[in-house]
């Protein structure tokens, strides 16, 4: 599909493992971001790779939680020693990037991954 | 810092009545402001943006720069508008989004 591919869909774990979760892009966009969505909040901003610079990771909550993104591509959210409180839906997306008349500036969003962790 | 605030978690209208969900965002600069939806059982998806200054589905959201607000708008609510709503901001390529609004349209 065209769309943005995130997997796995549903992921339950035991406290202290830890987990990987992949976001597939839109082909041809440079820009991805990780959200977390939490029952009853918002958005929460993880982290942003632009092209080839270096990620905004301002949203990570803590060190447990890395990601990096290959060839520009595809990304890898990795979360170490899971908590009960990572528990939410992990959501990718991925735009066009910053310049250019075609960047109309939408995010385009997976399905996300859910996460629980026993 | 920017910052996007949903003062409402939970609205509920009836059918044909007129719909408001409220935006403030606090940001020095010139904001991209934005309102995506998520429709059960679907994927977050852009609404509209104030840019194009455009009608989708019947919403229109006004950037109102002295009040730091971009409230979005139907005259006459639908059932199948019942969705999450979220409001963002864009500035140097990072998204921040509101709380979100779940918005409920009862028949």
Redesign the interface.
Known sequence: GAGVSQSPSNKVTEKGKDVELRCDPISGHTALYWYRQSLGQGLEFLIYFQGNSAPDKSGLPSDRFSAERTGGSVSTLTIQRTQQEDSAVYLCASSKGLAGTANTGELFFGEGSRLTVL | AQRVT?PE?LLSVFKGAPVELKCNYSYSGSP?L?W?VQYSRQ????LL?H??RESIKGFTADLNKGETSFHLKKPFAQEEDSAMY?C?L?S?????????TTLTVKP
């Open positions: 949903q978690k991209e934005f995506y994927r977050l998806q852009l943006r840019i194009s979220y963002a864009k140097a390529g990072k998204s921040t989004f509101g709380d979100g």
